[in-house]
């Protein structure tokens, strides 16, 4: 428990037998329950979960492993809970865990993801260029700020998960930017922490020249449905003047597509839930 309230972590782990005892080891006292979800690894992984709770797939995807972790723990925990996310290849400092919670338990907002600002001296520098387009791109199809979408370090109040579609996901690497997409359409409050970026000989299994293409159209198809939806069930003066600048856009000048991402930005800031009000 942290100041009274239930805390799970999911581990999502594919092979990962030689980083999975440490990542273990250094969970923090104060979680109360731990999944790790072993997507169809052949090297033992599943083995070394311990006392953790332990699911199996049978190679489903990272966006597949989380959700089946996160609805696990709605199974097992008996009151509310903030569910973090945290990887089984060792790249996530547990340390960090306390500040990506506090702002759920501060009722400041109802999801928040890590942030690595100090991935620019670390990370290969054709995964920082990937980083870059994607934060673009799922900024606009967020309709908000997010600078680092593909950090999968993050923390979510067990009231988004319980309202949530687990019918309709993500199952590969863009899971991050899916989810993203998911909540800033339904009005949750998202918040930015700094985390560290581990880069210890770890690989991964992302391959840039197909997940770039396929995410951006994924997050581009998932721009043009939010507002869609959006229009249909949070109807708003902003909303007009989005599609009607998007449409003058493709016709006149299509600098009309700055009013057009302004406009949509305004709508997204209109409709967000109070966190204050059962946020966890």
């Known amino acids: ?11 999502p782990a594919r092979n990962e037998a030689e980083h999975l005892p440490g990542v273990l080891a250094g969970i923090p006292s104060f979680v109360d329950k731990v999944v790790v979800v072993d997507d169809g690894s052949t090297d033992g992984t599943g083995d070394l979960a311990g006392d953790a709770e332990l699911v199996r797939l049978n190679g489903e995807g990272v966006g597949a492993a989380i959700d089946s972790g996160h609805q696990h723990l709605l199974e097992i925990m008996d009151t509310d809970f903030i569910s973090v996310v945290m990887a089984g290849d060792g790249q996530m400092d547990p340390v960090d865990m306390e500040d990506l919670i506090e702002p759920i338990v501060n009722r400041k907002a109802h999801h928040v993801k890590g942030e690595r600002l100090d991935r620019a001296g670390k990370m290969p520098i054709y995964r920082r260029v990937g980083t870059f387009i994607l934060s673009i791109l799922t900024t606009l199809a ?3 700020n997010i600078r680092d979408p593909q950090c999968g370090y993050t923390a979510t109040s067990s009231q988004v998960l319980k309202s949530w579609n687990w019918e309709k996901s993500w199952k590969g690497y863009g899971y991050p930017n899916w989810w993203l997409m998911g909540l800033s359409e339904r009005g949750w ?16 299994g992302i391959k840039v020249s197909t997940f770039l293409p396929k995410v951006a159209l994924m997050l581009l198809i998932g721009l043009h449905n939010r507002i869609f939806r959006n229009t249909l069930n949070n109807p708003s003066l902003a909303l007009v003047i989005t599609w009607a600048t998007y449409i003058a856009g493709w016709i006149y000048n299509p600098l009309l597509f700055v009013v057009t991402h302004i406009s949509d930005r305004i709508h997204v800031s209109s409709i967000l839930r109070d966190a204050n009000e059962n946020t966890r």
Not at 1 to 11: C, L, N, P
Not at 189 to 204: D, L, N, T
């Open 1 to 11: 428990m942290y100041q009274g309230i239930g805390i799970g972590v999911v581990i």
């Open 142 to 144: 967020c309709g908000q």
């Open 189 to 204: 409050r998202i918040a930015h922490v700094p985390v560290k970026a581990i880069y210890e000989g770890q690989r991964s």
